[in-house]
T-cell receptor
Framework: ETGVTQTPRHLVMGMTNKKSLKCEQH?????MYWYKQSAKKPLELMFV???????ENNSVPSRFSPECPNSSHLFLHLHTLQPEDSALYLC????????????FGQGTRLTVV | AQSVTQLGSHVSVSEGALVLLRCNYS??????LFWYVQYPNQGLQLLLK????ATLVKGINGFEAEFKKSETSFHLTKPSAHMSDAAEYFC??????????WGAGTKLIIKP
């Protein structure tokens, strides 16, 4: 039990669908992150929220839209995705953005068909 | 620019043998360095980290890593591999914006 829970664990969606990934942390942390993990590539940081404010958007296409309604929840809204967006999407949290230890969820395996 | 290089996308060792996973970094400022492990179908878990102080860092599950500034390295070792160590290992560097810069990962395979 890592304290960071992601749902769903697996998702298959068509290119015209709209879906959302959910992340919830029970660690009392104030920073939350979305990462993309593709095979044979380093983890790619997508978004960072610190105290519910988005502090980083690493040139992510607008078809990915994050939402952080409170410090415990983070969403990633998906629409009109491309097959190359298929990957493992990992959520993480840390005490705050400057903290040196991140706790990860198990990820959502996304397949775009 | 800061970067992390992990040598070898796959490393195979026999059970009971020494594990050595290599990580080299590039950084213009004193680095904070990390090793994370990812077991199959799981998220990443922190194994150990170096921030300041002692250059030999001990982590969970018998792993340790040594920060060598002169070699810009932070290699991960374990004296005796167990089957349960089979996983993917990631080296990471924290940049000046407190973001983690990741290596591409090394899959550790344990042979019976």
């Amino acid at each position: 039990e890592t304290g960071v829970t992601q749902t769903p664990r697996h998702l298959v969606m068509g290119m015209t669908n709209k879906k959302s990934l959910k992340c919830e942390q029970h660690l009392g942390h104030n920073a939350m992150y979305w990462y993309k993990q593709s095979a044979k590539k380093p983890l790619e940081l997508m978004f960072v929220y610190n105290f519910k404010e988005q502090t980083e958007n690493n040139s992510v296409p607008s078809r990915f839209s994050p939402e952080c309604p409170n410090s415990s929840h983070l969403f990633l809204h998906l629409h009109t995705l491309q097959p190359e967006d298929s990957a493992l999407y990992l959520c993480a949290s840390s005490q705050d953005q400057m903290n040196t230890e991140a706790f990860f969820g198990q990820g959502t395996r996304l397949t775009v068909v | 620019a800061q970067s992390v290089t992990q040598l070898g996308s796959h490393v195979s060792v026999s059970e009971g043998a020494l594990v050595l996973l290599r990580c080299n970094y590039s950084s213009s400022v004193p680095p904070y360095l990390f090793w994370y492990v990812q077991y199959p179908n799981q998220g990443l878990q922190l194994l150990l980290k170096y921030t300041t102080g002692a250059t030999l860092v001990k982590g969970i599950n018998g792993f340790e890593a040594e920060f060598k500034k002169s070699e810009t390295s932070f290699h991960l070792t374990k004296p005796s591999a167990h089957m349960s160590d089979a996983a993917e290992y990631f080296c990471a560097l924290m940049d000046s914006n407190y973001q983690l810069i990741w290596g591409a990962g090394t899959k550790l395979i344990i042979k019976p």
